[in-house]
T-cell receptor, first 117, second 114 residues
Framework: GNSVTQMEGPVTLSEEAFLTINCTYT??????LFWYVQYPGEGLQLLLK?????DKGSNKGFEATYRKETTSFHLEKGSVQVSDSAVYFC????????????????FGQGTILTVHP | DGGITQSPKYLFRKEGQNVTLSCEQN?????MYWYRQDPGQGLRLIYY???????QKGDIAEGYSVSREKKESFPLTVTSAQKNPTAFYLC?????????????FGPGTRLTVL
């Protein structure tokens, strides 16, 4: 079955530091890949997505590139802010044999990011 | 404003009681989903529905039930058969068809069994 593995957390950084959160996946076919962010006490918000190999998703200074050869979708940001403190989830969507999606998402376990001033 | 609403935000239940969590969306989305979130485990799929009057079990459906009588509503009932119901429950929805596989999430309901 499908699976997503995220780097162990929590991650603690100083403001303006470089961020990398690793994500690797196992899946058949060509799933879409997502990063969601969850702020304390809230639901998940889509941060960025990529739907095919070599696509780069980007939003709010965050980037991730769909690497099929390494089955990875690592999240990066060049300069983090205190307001980026949240839990980050990597996820992939299922695909059936015909290449369409049922919309079922498989999530990684989440990575807690804390940014200090 | 379009979006997904979940109520209540916090819910307390005594052991042995059934409880129903509400999820409503005005995005005109066909598909709706229920997830359970536990610390350090990410989100796990409970049930999903791709169309009115139809739904399928997810990975952890035991002890839960759902209905989909209206397009905009997908309530989840946590029954007394659910052995460990204390968790954060998230509802999501998306359009169907094509490459429209982005799910949008509600704010969640935190259920605590006393």
């Amino acid at each position: 079955g499908n699976s997503v593995t995220q780097m162990e957390g929590p991650v603690t950084l100083s403001e303006e530091a470089f961020l990398t959160i690793n994500c690797t996946y196992t899946a058949t076919g060509y799933p879409s890949l997502f990063w969601y962010v969850q702020y304390p006490g809230e639901g998940l918000q889509l941060l960025l997505k990529a739907t095919k190999a070599d696509d780069k998703g980007s939003n709010k200074g965050f980037e991730a590139t769909y690497r099929k050869e390494t089955t990875s979708f690592h999240l990066e940001k060049g300069s983090v802010q205190v307001s980026d403190s949240a839990v980050y989830f990597c996820a992939l969507s299922d695909l059936n044999a015909g290449g369409t999606s049922y919309g079922k998402l498989t999530f990684g376990q989440g990575t807690i990011l804390t940014v200090h001033p | 404003d379009g979006g997904i609403t979940q109520s209540p935000k916090y819910l307390f239940r005594k052991e042995g009681q059934n409880v129903t969590l509400s999820c409503e969306q005005n995005l005109n989305h066909d598909a709706m989903y229920w997830y359970r979130q536990d610390p350090g485990q990410g989100l796990r799929l409970i049930y999903y529905s791709q169309i009115v009057n139809d739904f399928q079990k997810g990975d952890i459906a035991e002890g839960y039930s759902v209905s989909r009588e209206k397009k905009e509503s997908f309530p989840l009932t946590v029954t007394s058969a659910q052995k460990n119901p204390t968790a954060f429950y998230l509802c999501a929805s998306k359009r169907s068809g094509g490459n429209t596989d982005t799910q949008y999430f509600g704010p969640g309901t935190r259920l605590t069994v006393l």
